[in-house]
């Protein structure tokens, strides 16, 4: 099955995502030829409301669509891509929900949210409590960038009890952002604290390109095939459709017993290494 990808930053001139529809297009392109179906446009909500509208939004969606179809080549894959938007967490934002003021993963019941990188401030427990409580689910990007739950795993567990959901970025897995973030993504990979991996692409090139295969490959040689596919094609399927994948944690934290439990594979390794039955 091709890939989902729930977190991208693809529409232009509506964050710091591409400027022009052509250079939209061409990520949309490499991303196709990279083996995904469906991208999620997820501007950030701060970046729209200050420069933008939702309706300028869900304009320049379907114009990139429209674009996408007309410049299709026989034969080559042609990717779709859906409504979201990334959420700071504030105190306000189940209010500015109900009001709105915001697009869900897909109009789904799915909401992504930003992890901020150095702490959890006090209140995100009660906003993601109060998302629940109208029935949304709150999605968190990026947790292995964020300082205390890279640490503190056991957060991490609790609160998807709770009901809330975790994405980690194919940058992070494949060691664009040091080697914290990438053992953090595959610990969390590992003991099932990840519902997907999202690209989080931003341009053509830099940390954040298009193209989730690479990722795709280091899951595969962290866990297995199965898990691969589960957090890169099944899972984002199920949220896009608004269904909660049953992700269940591994209780197990091998890191406290003192075992050596995750290994970052040699990029070599991965280079010379085919996967079985994928491209």
Do not use: C
């Not at 427990?125 to 990007?141: E, F, H």
């Not at 991490?156 to 994405?167: D, K, P, Q, S, Y």
């Not at 053992?183 to 989080?200: P, T």
């Not at 017993?257 to 085919?274: M, T, V």
Request: glycine share 8%; hydrophobic share 40%; no cysteine.
């Amino acid at each position: 099955m091709p890939y989902i990808d729930l977190l991208t930053h693809i529409l232009p001139g509506t964050d710091d995502g591409p400027a022009t529809m052509d250079q939209s297009v061409r990520m949309a392109q490499v991303s196709a030829a990279d083996g995904a179906a469906t991208l999620v446009s997820t501007p950030h909500h701060g970046d729209v409301q200050l420069n933008s509208s939702l309706d300028t939004v869900r304009q320049l969606l379907a114009d990139l669509n429209s674009r996408l179809r007309r410049e299709a080549a026989d034969g080559a894959p042609l990717v779709r891509v859906v409504p979201g938007m990334e959420n700071r967490i504030t105190p306000a934002l189940p209010d500015m929900i109900e009001a709105g003021d915001q697009l869900t993963l897909n109009g789904s019941r799915f909401v992504l949210l930003s992890t901020p990188f150095a702490t959890l401030p006090d209140f995100v427990g009660d906003v993601l409590a109060r998302l629940r409580m109208k029935r949304l689910i709150p999605v968190l990007a990026r947790p292995e960038r964020n300082a205390v739950l890279r640490r503190d795993l056991g957060r991490m567990r609790a609160m998807i009890e709770e009901g809330t959901l975790f994405v980690v970025t194919a940058g992070s897995i494949t060691g664009q952002f040091g080697k914290d973030s990438q053992r953090a993504a595959l610990r969390m990979v590992q003991q099932h604290l990840a519902h997907a991996v999202v690209s989080d692409m931003h341009s053509l090139d830099g940390s954040r390109p298009p193209g989730l295969r690479r990722a795709f490959r280091w899951v595969e040689r962290a866990t297995d095939e199965a898990t691969a596919i589960r957090l890169l094609e099944e899972q984002p399927r199920m949220i896009l459709q608004g269904h909660s994948p049953e992700s269940e944690p591994d209780f197990d934290d091998s890191e406290s017993s003192g075992r050596r439990w995750w290994r970052i594979p040699a990029p070599g390794i991965l280079r010379g290494r085919k996967s079985q039955g994928r491209p």
